[in-house]
Structure formats: structure tokens, C-alpha cells
């Protein structure tokens, strides 16, 4: 234990004795571990980037619509397709309590939001065009990530008592309150004046979104509470087919029966997104009395996506992080083998006054340690001083994450033992007495 304390301390004093050399050596590993850390920052922050951009348009969205029966399907009047419908009429179709129940029973559901749809006229100052009405509630613009440009969010006194209020998309605004702040101005939405409150912020989302995605085209939308919806309108699952046949013809005309056109159901997890929609299948198959009227839309395309993503950049941060430290590393093996080019006499004195060949060893693998562990120590504060610099100068999101830390400051210790054994060879290996006569 003496023996190797004496090659520790003799190795401590070899890398004071040589300040510069040893500054030399370690700047490799400062700058390894510091690129590392501050390019795992920028890459960690890019990448969360990258999803949240995903998630923005459903990647973590279960997406539930009812299944609407096809008009020559309902036209047959054969006894078996009568005995059919007849049994499909005990489902009460897709209604805000399927909503309330996937909220209180279903793990994992982060956010639901149930939306009811029209496709109606708009008045006002005697201008006149078509726009997408919604009845919905306020977790519509959370799970859809749709911020407010001006005025405030439905409150829950509106929510709750069918209030005529309303919040339109810029398009509205552009068309309709040309030259006024359309705040508490009143707009007509059919046959009914809903008071705006508030105005979203201009959201462009592409085609295929629109359609395979359960997304929305936003700017030209007009957006009530539900429940202003479904008693002010008219609520589908309290009338029939026949009353639905006779509406205003300026409004949209559907066979559909359901109470709501789409459900919205957005999960903590995208890992288990699949479990999570076979659970909400079985529980509206039983609340639907074994009809399976609805359909279950899992983004798929968005989620091998997110996958990806993450295997992308864990491969790109993986590739800079080796390289970066194999370059430290190399810097550290020739400037110790230079040393050891140097250090030729004092090697042969030390095997001739008894040192062994392994201690030799553990002397120059002991200083090649010290040097990498404090490098690593300095290169973990520059990257993350040069990730706070990113950040406040270019406004690049950088995550510094422990495991960048931990694993960088690992990769250091185990590369100054590594490329420092080689060097510690050739030393050991050196005879004493060519050693000496070593100028």
C-alpha cells in the first residue's frame, strides 16, 4: 500500500513539477468534454424542439369520431337490416358524458376535448360569408397547443350557464372587424349573436394534418363553449332524423345522430398510446351497449416519427460525443509519450535505485488519470458556461442534462487511462542503464 502511495504522490509532483506540459495535455480533454457538453445541449434542445413541434399536431392525440352509416345502407328495408338498425338505436352515439367518463376512469389521460362541429353562415354590417363554428371546451386549446393573440378564455360561468360568447380566428377578424377591435362586438353565427371575447393567434397547419390528424383549420373558425352549442343551436341527440332534415338549409344538413363530431384525447405518454386507445375502446363499447359506432384514430405515422427523431439525434450526439473525446484522448497519448522522451533518466534512476516495472506503470497512468479527471472537471464548467452563452446570445434552447455531465466526466477518467497505458509501457519498459546514459 506504501509503494503505490509513494507512485501516487510521485505522480502528483511529476504534473506540478510540469505545469505547462500538463496544461498542454489536459487542454484536450477540456475542450473534448466542454464541445461535448455544450453540443449535447444544443442537440437535447433542438430535439425537444423537434417533438414539441410534433406534439403540437397530435402526436400524443387519440383521436375518436362516430362512425356515420352510409345513406344506401339505410335505405334497405330488409327484415335483417331492420332488425339492425333497431339494435343500433339502443347506442346513444358519441356524447359529453363518453367524455366525462374517459376524464375520471381512463390512467394516463392528460387533456379531453370533446368538439361539435358546424359549417355555417356568418353576418355582420351586412357582410355575409361561410365559417367553421365549433362548440368546445377550454382543453380545445391546450391539446392543440392554439394560443389567444387578444381578449381571454372562456370562464366558467360562461362554460357552464351557455353564455353567447365566442372566440373567432384571425380570418374572422380580417373579414368581419376591418376597421374595429372586435372585443365585446357582436357577430351572427347562424341565427344566433354571440359577443367576441377574445381573438387567436394566426395558425397555419398543413392538409395532411387537417385530414389524417384530427387538426383543425383554425383562422377561419368561430369557437362557443359546447354547452352554448348544444342549447342554443341544437343538440343531435335530442331530436330526430326527420327534424334534423328540416333545418335552416344555410346550415349544415347531417344524418349524423351523435351528440359530438369528435373527441380529443391527449395522453402523458406516447409510448402507450396503443394500450390507452384498446382501453377506451372496451369502456365505449360497454357505455354504447356493445356497438362498436365510433372510431379510434391512433397517429401512427407522427408517432415512428417522434422514434425517429429521438434514435437520430441519440446517434448524431453519440458521434460527437466519441469523436470529440477520442481527439482528447490521442492529445493526451502523444503529449505523454513526449514526455516519456524526456523523462528517459529519471526513469533508468528510479528502476536502479528498485522501482519495478509496475510501478513505473501506475506512476504515468496515476498522471495521465490526474490530468483527465481535472480536465474533465474543468471542460464540464466551459461546456456549461458555453451553453448558458448560446442560449442569452442566440436564443438557442440548450438543455444541459446530467447525464451529459456524468457520462463526459466517465469518458474523460476512463480515456486518461486508456491512452495514458501506452505511454506507461514504453516507460516501464525502458532499460535502466541505457536510462542513464540517456542525455
Known amino acids: 500500500m506504501k509503494r503505490y502511495l509513494y507512485n501516487l504522490n510521485s505522480a502528483v509532483e511529476a504534473v506540478f513539477n510540469n505545469k505547462f506540459r500538463s ?5 484536450g480533454i477540456i475542450f473534448g468534454v466542454a464541445a461535448v457538453i455544450a453540443m449535447m445541449a444544443i442537440g437535447n434542445g433542438a430535439r425537444q424542439e423537434i417533438l414539441e413541434q410534433i406534439k403540437m399536431v397530435g402526436v400524443n392525440n387519440i383521436v375518436i369520431t362516430p362512425k356515420i352509416e352510409d345513406k344506401e345502407k339505410q335505405q334497405q328495408s330488409d327484415d335483417t ?19 366525462t367518463s374517459i376524464r375520471e376512469i381512463v390512467p394516463g389521460v392528460q387533456k379531453v376535448s370533446p368538439e361539435v362541429v358546424y359549417n355555417t ?31 381571454k378564455m372562456f370562464s366558467n360561468w360562461q362554460l357552464e350557464n351557455a353564455a353567447p360568447v365566442c372566440i373567432i380566428g384571425p380570418d374572422i377578424r380580417a373579414r368581419y372587424f376591418k376597421q374595429e377591435n372586435p372585443i365585446g362586438k357582436k357577430i351572427k353565427c347562424g341565427g344566433i349573436w354571440l359577443e367576441v371575447i377574445g381573438i387567436t393567434k394566426s ?6 394534418a387537417t385530414k389524417s390528424m384530427g387538426v383543425s383549420e383554425f383562422n377561419n373558425s368561430i369557437f362557443s363553449p359546447i354547452k352554448t352549442v348544444l342549447l342554443r343551436y341544437r343538440d343531435r341527440s335530442l331530436i330526430t332524423r326527420a327534424t334534423m332534415m328540416s333545418r335552416n338549409n344555410d346550415e349544415q344538413t347531417s344524418d349524423n ?24 375502446q372496451r369502456m365505449l363499447q360497454r357505455r354504447h351497449n356493445g356497438e362498436e359506432d365510433f372510431e379510434i384514430i391512433i397517429p401512427e405515422l407522427l408517432l415512428r416519427q417522434q422514434q425517429r427523431t429521438k434514435d437520430i439525434f441519440n446517434i448524431v450526439l453519440g458521434a460527437i460525443a466519441s469523436i470529440s473525446l477520442i481527439v482528447g484522448g490521442i ?19 528510479r528502476k536502479a535505485i528498485g522501482a519495478r516495472k509496475n510501478d513505473i506503470i501506475f506512476q504515468f497512468v496515476a498522471e495521465a488519470t490526474i490530468i483527465s479527471i481535472t480536465g474533465g472537471f474543468i471542460g464540464i464548467l466551459l461546456g456549461v458556461i458555453l451553453a448558458a452563452i448560446i442560449t442569452s446570445t442566440t436564443g438557442i434552447l440548450t438543455i444541459v442534462s446530467i447525464l451529459s455531465i456524468i457520462i463526459s466526466f466517465g469518458v474523460a477518467a476512463t480515456v486518461g487511462i486508456i491512452f495514458g497505458l501506452m505511454p506507461a509501457r514504453k516507460a516501464a519498459s525502458q532499460d535502466p542503464v541505457t536510462s542513464l546514459r540517456h542525455e
Open 23 to 27: 496544461v498542454l495535455t489536459a487542454l
Open 331 to 349: 492529445g493526451i497519448m502523444n503529449i505523454m509519450l513526449a514526455s516519456v522522451m524526456e523523462r528517459i533518466s529519471e526513469i533508468g534512476l
Open 121 to 151: 353562415f356568418v353576418v355582420k354590417s351586412g357582410v355575409r360569408g361561410n365559417a367553421r363554428f365549433s362548440g368546445i371546451e377550454p382543453d380545445f386549446f391546450e391539446v392543440y397547443n392554439l394560443e389567444l393573440f387578444e381578449g
Open 257 to 280: 345522430p351523435n351528440q359530438l363530431d369528435k373527441l380529443i384525447v391527449q395522453i402523458h405518454d406516447s409510448e402507450k398510446m396503443t394500450t390507452t386507445a384498446k382501453v377506451i
Open 203 to 208: 395558425r397555419t397547419v398543413s392538409e395532411t
Open 81 to 99: 337490416e331492420v332488425a339492425s338498425q333497431i339494435h343500433k338505436k339502443s347506442s346513444p352515439g358519441l356524447t359529453l358524458a363518453d367524455a
